[in-house]
Each structure stands twice: as structure tokens, then as C-alpha cells.
């Protein structure tokens, strides 16, 4: 059995996403979008969308040409041309070797979904896209068990700790602050850390509820 994870993530108003910008230039979602190359082109990629909203512009204020080529009743099928090589969402996770699989967009925010082959890969491609995008968050992750519930893997940005945080954690973890029975108090982990036990219980409450933020409200 495969032990791959399968990631979907939401980047709030990405830049350089053709994709998001005509979802919020109409106020409405983008789904079913393709790309394809050319053998006579393969610096260029062309993409196609299909776009649902109550109004839509005759012309988009975005960084490509786009152009109506179909419609379906109430929505409507738009394609552009891009240079490869921008360093858009796509492009930045399939840098990885891993292929995105699902794109949506819905008003200027920007749903994705691909795989990667371990918690490894996931943890350079989320990296990776925190450096260019502030806006980003892990919607949900599934791992590839065939007894595993969903809700059991969760995502844990680091990255949200402090330096200070992250030293209380594993100085009280590697003591046995959080053993049964404790191997170490509040003052002896203080004492170690130089500072005091006050200081170190607001660290420790400060980390954990951050962590716990992420078990607990990852949906």
C-alpha cells in the first residue's frame, strides 16, 4: 500500500495566478481548468477554464489575453496563453515532481490539490509556497492507508512557533515535563531555560495553543 499524501491547500489572492484574478474580476468560481503544450511552442502553455458568475466582463483586467471560446448555459469557457517559467502556484509545486491535479478558484482565492510521495516532499513543496505566499493555508490532508481516517493527519506549520517557543517545548519534552509522572516541575525546566517558571508557563501555553490550533481546527 502506498504511503503518499494527497493535499489541498488555499492560497488567498496569489499574484501571479491568471486563473484567481478572472475569479475575482466576475465575483464568481473557476473550475475545470487544462493546460497543454505544444512540441512547436514548449516555452508557452495554454490553459482553458470554465468560469460561473451571475456577470462577466467583457474584458478582464489580468495578466494575460483571455478569450470566450465556449459556453455552457450560465458558465462560460475561456482560454489564454502564458510564458512557462513564471513561478505560479503550478509551476512552483510541480517543481517538486509533483503534478497538481485539481485547480479552483473562487472569487480571489485559489484552491489546489496534488500528491506527494511522503511527508518529506510535502514539507519542502508547503515551504516552498509559504516563501512566495502569505495567504496560503493547508485545507486538508489524506494520507494513503487503507485503515485511515482523514481526520487523523494534520499538518503542523513549525513555522508558527517562535524560537523561544520551540526551545521551551523540547527542553520541557526532553526532561520529561510532560511525562507521567513528571520527571521534572515547572521551576527546574525554568531553571534550565534561564528564566522563570511564570515566563516559562506562558511560552508553554502560548506553543500549545498553537499546536492544538492546528490538531483541533484544521478543517
Not at 462577466?56 to 470566450?68: G, Q
Not at 503534478?99 to 479552483?104: A, L
Not at 511560552?203 to 490550533?213: G, S
Amino acid at each position: 500500500m502506498a504511503s503518499g499524501i494527497r493535499a489541498e491547500i488555499k492560497i488567498d489572492d496569489p499574484p501571479d495566478c491568471v486563473v484567481a484574478q478572472a475569479a475575482a474580476a466576475a465575483s464568481g468560481r473557476v473550475h475545470s481548468v487544462s493546460k497543454s503544450t505544444s512540441p512547436s511552442a514548449p516555452e508557452r502553455v495554454t490553459e482553458e477554464f470554465m468560469l460561473e458568475a451571475d456577470d462577466y466582463p467583457e474584458e478582464f483586467d489580468v495578466d494575460a489575453e483571455i478569450e470566450s471560446i465556449f459556453s455552457y448555459g450560465s458558465s462560460e469557457v475561456y482560454r489564454f496563453e502564458r510564458e512557462l517559467g513564471q513561478g505560479c502556484p503550478c509551476e512552483c509545486i510541480e517543481g517538486h515532481d509533483c503534478p497538481v491535479v485539481d485547480v479552483r478558484a473562487h472569487g480571489s482565492a485559489l484552491y489546489l490539490t496534488f500528491h506527494t510521495p511522503d511527508m518529506h516532499v510535502l514539507q519542502a513543496v508547503i515551504g516552498d509556497l509559504r516563501e512566495r505566499y502569505s495567504g496560503l493555508d493547508v485545507q486538508r490532508l489524506l494520507q494513503s492507508q487503507q485503515d485511515h481516517d482523514e481526520r487523523h493527519l494534520v499538518f503542523v506549520d513549525r513555522s508558527t512557533l517562535t524560537d523561544r517557543q520551540t526551545e521551551v517545548l523540547e527542553t520541557a519534552h526532553r526532561m520529561g515535563y510532560f511525562e507521567h509522572p513528571k520527571r521534572a516541575n515547572a521551576g527546574e525546566v525554568a531553571t534550565e531555560l534561564g528564566i522563570t517558571s511564570t515566563t516559562f508557563t506562558e511560552h508553554l501555553a502560548a506553543a500549545q495553543t498553537k499546536l492544538l490550533d492546528a490538531i483541533l481546527d484544521h478543517e
